[in-house]
């Protein structure tokens, strides 16, 4: 379409999927779309989350906070230490038998 040079004034804001927008809607719309540089998180963790974050019924899973969790944490790790020094004794224990038992 040709208009030699003449404008199309008082165009609403579109109301279908087929109508034409006006320059102020269109700036409009292009304004809300995230920028990589300021909206978005970064996956190495330099850009925090701020404002509220309305998540409805989902959840968030798998990951570690609260002290307790750390708690939980050091108990398990402690238990396998004890375990691991457990297994290793009873080796030991068995080694020296069989080489007492051997030196009779």
Request: net charge positive.
């Amino acid at each position: 379409m040709n208009l030699n040079g003449n404008e199309i004034k008082g165009l609403t804001d579109p109301t279908g999927d087929k109508d034409s927008a006006n320059k102020k809607y269109v700036d409009a719309e292009i304004s809300k779309i995230l920028k990589a540089e300021t909206d978005v998180l970064k996956l190495d963790g330099t850009r925090a989350v701020t404002g509220s974050l309305d998540m409805g019924d989902h959840t968030i899973t798998g990951i570690r906070s609260s002290s307790q969790d750390n708690r939980e944490l050091k108990q398990r790790r402690r238990r396998r230490r004890e375990q691991r020094q457990v297994k290793n004794e009873f080796i030991f224990y068995k080694r020296n038998s069989r080489l007492s038992r051997s030196a009779r």
